[in-house]
Antibody, heavy 120, light 107 residues
Framework: EVQLVESGGGLVQPGGSLRLSCAAS????????MNWVRQAPGKGLEWVSY????????YHADSVKGRFTISRDNAKNSLYLQMSSLRAEDTAVYYC?????????????WGQGTLVTVSS | SYELPQPPSVSVSPGQTASITCSGD??????TSWYQQKPGQSPVLVIY???KRPSGIPERFSGSNSGNTATLTISGTQAMDEADYYC??????????FGTGTKVTVL
């Protein structure tokens, strides 16, 4: 059974930093591209970051470019999101999402999410 | 940037058909996916590659995509289908794009 378990969320002050983690199990983690997707309270889904299987290719949404960095450790079956210079508008539930195989660029499995609150 | 507007809400009677649209420039040239999200839960993939259902998704969920519009259809809608639904596509300039979301209410 595929499982994605996020951790690391919490309350942080504006301008602060936080590192999110996602522990993956139930599939061959190193063979799949991974992403972070977020959802602000009462709002829709917003893609945040993508990382290739080896970590060689990384893409970030314009809204977080230069402030967030996605990374992975295939030996530990883990995905990370380093967030810095946090703003109030970064407040959201952050989901770890696995990219499906084949064509289509779709997210076939999601974690339960971890809440990040940016507030003084 | 690429956008995917959806109607904010759709109402349907139990047993009837609900159709949710997702609009985008030349969306028919891209693959579209659909996600169901119930309150307090994570999104669940219900349609991928325009019209394919993942294992475990009921046959009453179907999808189509042509021209500038993708459609998610729920046939014989049940109370358990009440949720928010998001379309999603990939665009070369914007990467992964989600629709604005549609709240389906089963009256």
């Amino acid at each position: 059974e595929v499982q994605l378990v996020e951790s690391g969320g919490g309350l942080v002050q504006p301008g602060g930093s936080l590192r999110l983690s996602c522990a993956a199990s139930g599939f061959s983690f190193s063979n799949y591209e991974m992403n972070w997707v977020r959802q602000a309270p009462g709002k829709g889904l917003e893609w945040v970051s993508y990382i290739s299987t080896s970590g060689s290719f990384i893409y970030h949404a314009d809204s977080v470019k230069g402030r967030f960095t996605i990374s992975r450790d295939n030996a530990k079956n883990s995905l990370y999101l380093q967030m810095s210079s946090l703003r109030a508008e970064d407040t959201a539930v952050y989901y770890c999402a696995k990219l499906g195989s084949g064509y289509g660029h779709y997210f076939d499995y999601w974690g339960q999410g971890t809440l990040v609150t940016v507030s003084s | 940037s690429y956008e995917l507007p959806q109607p904010p809400s759709v109402s349907v009677s139990p047993g009837q058909t609900a159709s949710i649209t997702c609009s985008g420039d030349k969306l028919g040239d891209k693959y579209t996916s659909w996600y169901q999200q119930k309150p307090g839960q994570s999104p669940v993939l219900v349609i991928y590659q325009d019209d394919k259902r993942p294992s475990g998704i009921p046959e009453r969920f179907s999808g189509s995509n042509s021209g500038n519009t993708a459609t998610l259809t729920i046939s014989g809608t049940q109370a358990m289908d009440e949720a928010d639904y998001y379309c999603q596509a990939w665009d070369s300039s914007t990467a992964y794009v989600f629709g604005t979301g549609t709240k389906v209410t089963v009256l």
